[in-house]
């Protein structure tokens, strides 16, 4: 009798599994049409949502908050800062502590530019899940 419980039980899981990944999976031909209509909405400086994408992989939030609201460094949602300014802190680091980022490439900033100007509109994305291809909110 134990034995069939157990059995049901490990049924019971791989089928809620099953169904979960069923649900949450994206077919490739959607993920990759919705990535080539978000980047087409973006303009000639940068993509806000690549740069949102890039803040969070990199961790900048630990420092300057989950929304670049600020924490324990300034924030970032006013005044906004322009690529030059972006690309001097990345570059250089800060002498208030945050380290350079020399991994980070020309269009990694223009990115992190356009998303710190995309902030306080309503083209600011807020998604938490930067691993996905498209990102949900």
């Not at 599994?17 to 973006?42: E, N």
């Not at 670049?68 to 208030?96: I, K």
Request: glycine share 6%.
């Amino acid at each position: 009798m134990r034995f069939v419980l157990i059995l049901a039980l490990l049924v019971a899981c791989a089928a809620l599994l099953v169904f979960t990944a069923v649900q949450t999976a994206r077919p490739a031909k959607l993920a990759a049409a919705a990535i080539t209509s978000a980047a087409a909405a973006d303009d000639e400086n940068g993509s806000p949502i690549e740069g949102r994408r890039i803040f969070m992989r990199e961790n900048c939030y630990s420092c300057h908050g989950g929304f670049a609201g600020g924490g324990m460094c300034p924030s970032l949602r006013e005044p906004r800062p322009d690529e030059d300014e972006v690309r001097e802190a990345v570059r250089n680091g800060t002498r208030s502590g945050m380290p350079r980022f020399p991994e980070l490439t020309e269009v990694d900033i223009q990115n992190l530019a356009a998303y710190f100007q995309s902030l306080r509109t309503r083209r600011e994305p807020t998604f938490t899940h930067w691993w996905e291809p498209v990102p949900t909110q």
